[in-house]
């Protein structure tokens, strides 16, 4: 019995060595295929992230153009502001430089005339204030949009 046991037992033994050698390689096989789907998901994250990177740049892109344009129209908003408001002053100052004049024809009493001297003292300032007011606008208007151009 002796020299039969030896046989079969390296007989299964070997068949045991091929059927654990086909499992390996079974296993290796599943381990590259799992693999080759994790480069192939890395690689469409890989251009996600790149298309993502593009559009975040073309964003940005936008949304600067959107803040130059909205500062572009706030600076001329508030240029228009300033002519509108200095053209409604215009009439009212002439009116009561007009009225004055007609005033001054009849003779003011002494108080009023006191009172005319305040509110001329006081056109005055606002035409100085707005003046100063509408050069320095323009002068940083001009910086800004004559700079930027050249």
Known sequence: MGGVLGPVLGLLTIILLVQTLRQTDEALTQSREALQQSRDELELTRGELLKGQEIQKMTERALSAQIALAQRRNDF???????????????????RIDRDRRAGQFGLAEADLHDRLEEWKQMLSDRRNLLTILQKESTRLVDRYCDNQT
């Not at 228009?80 to 009439?91: A, D, M, S």
């Open 77 to 95: 908003d508030a240029a228009t502001t300033l002519v509108r408001y200095y053209q409604e002053r215009i009439p009212e100052l002439k009116e």
